[in-house]
């Protein structure tokens, strides 16, 4: 299986550069992964797609500003860190910009000195483990001197942080958002759970691995990434209770299928868990949990089109890109919806 068959051609214009006024009134593809058939709606007429019963699983990760400008402790040069992952307390796997003037040992400062950094390992594919230094609260400083990590092809600046968050988030420790979730108003999350639809959240942390571009030719040559994932005990309760009344289980976004779908057993039953998945999902994949994905439209030749072509088949996902391009859908993280049903 080859990467570029999960090439499209995207003009650049489609790529979103900022968040709707209103969240739920993006463009809505349904998908129907048996037939192909498609359907162009509006995000929130989602309740429409949804029968009592059913549960929603979401991701209530937080976005952390982990984009971090400071300089090199002697010769001044701006550098630019973002956090990825977090060791310890203070210990971070991090991409340091640019990482030539990244060595071991090298020290950082951040806002006048009131955060500081050395580099203390090499970490994979260039990353750096860095221990910081500071005085407080870590997460309040960060707060105070970072910014948001928004993706490269986005090229605006967020004029409210919030933008970049999902309604329901509560657990520190992404950097990045799972974007199939910005869609979501509180107001349309009430109708859905007044309609009878089950609401469940785990917590999935987003690294950049998700995103990063896949450099092999051979599909089954590429390593992801792990993300640190939690699901508690109500929340596999009311999974397990879900598949055993025949209903569906749809994931809200790849992060949340991809933790299903690491926790899910043969049976298609889940259990209280927490760890590391890199759990990397193509097509010839079975899925266990997952009977339909509330997503975005994904970058070309991503382990993120890989996972939905893996759902519904990589000619109706080629397809339906192609017909989204068409019609002038917006792409990626700011970009408009599709639910594979």
């Excluded at 192909?36 to 209530?60: A, M, Q, R, T």
């Excluded at 221990?131 to 001197?145: N, P, Q, T």
């Excluded at 590391?276 to 193509?282: E, L």
């Excluded at 109706?316 to 859908?329: L, P, S």
Aim: with cysteine; net charge neutral.
């Amino acid at each position: 299986m080859q990467v570029k068959d999960f090439d499209y051609y995207l003009p650049k214009e489609l790529i979103a550069q900022c968040p709707l006024e209103k969240r739920d009134e993006a463009r809505l593809m349904i998908l129907d992964k048996k037939s192909g058939e498609i359907e162009h709606k509006i995000f929130k007429d989602i309740i429409d797609y949804l029968n009592p019963g059913d549960c929603l699983v979401l991701n209530d990760t937080r976005v952390i500003p982990a984009r971090l400008i400071g300089e090199k402790q002697d010769t001044h040069g701006k550098m630019e860190f973002l956090l990825l992952k977090r060791i310890d307390k203070d210990t971070w796997e991090t991409l340091v910009k640019p990482g030539k003037r990244a060595k071991i040992g090298t020290k950082f400062s951040f806002g006048n000195g009131e955060l500081t950094a050395e580099i203390m390992a090499l970490g994979e594919e260039g990353s750096r483990i860095v221990k910081f230094e500071y005085d407080g609260i870590f997460e309040e400083v960060l707060d105070r001197l970072g910014q948001m990590p928004l993706p490269p092809y986005i090229k605006e600046k967020l004029e409210d942080k919030e933008q970049y968050q999902t309604v329901y988030s509560k657990e520190q420790g992404s950097a990045a958002a799972p974007t199939a979730g910005l869609h979501f108003t509180e107001e349309l999350l009430q109708r859905i759970k007044d309609k009878g639809v089950n609401l469940a959240f785990l917590t999935l942390h987003v690294g950049l691995g998700t995103f990063r571009p896949v450099k092999v030719d051979d599909v089954l040559e590429h390593h992801m990434h792990s993300e640190y994932y939690r699901m508690t005990k109500e929340t596999a309760e009311l999974i397990n209770k879900t598949k055993e009344a025949g209903k569906r289980v749809i994931a809200v976004g790849t992060t949340s299928s991809r933790t299903l779908e690491t926790i899910g057993d043969e049976s298609g039953r889940v259990r209280e868990q927490s760890g590391w998945t890199d759990i990397f999902i193509y097509p010839g994949y079975k899925f266990k949990i997952v009977d339909a994905l509330i997503t975005n439209f994904h970058l070309p030749k991503s382990t993120l089109i890989m996972l939905v072509s893996a759902l519904c088949g990589r000619d109706k996902i080629i397809n339906a890109y192609n017909i989204a391009v068409k019609e002038k859908y917006r792409f990626f993280s700011f970009g408009d919806a599709m639910f594979i049903k």
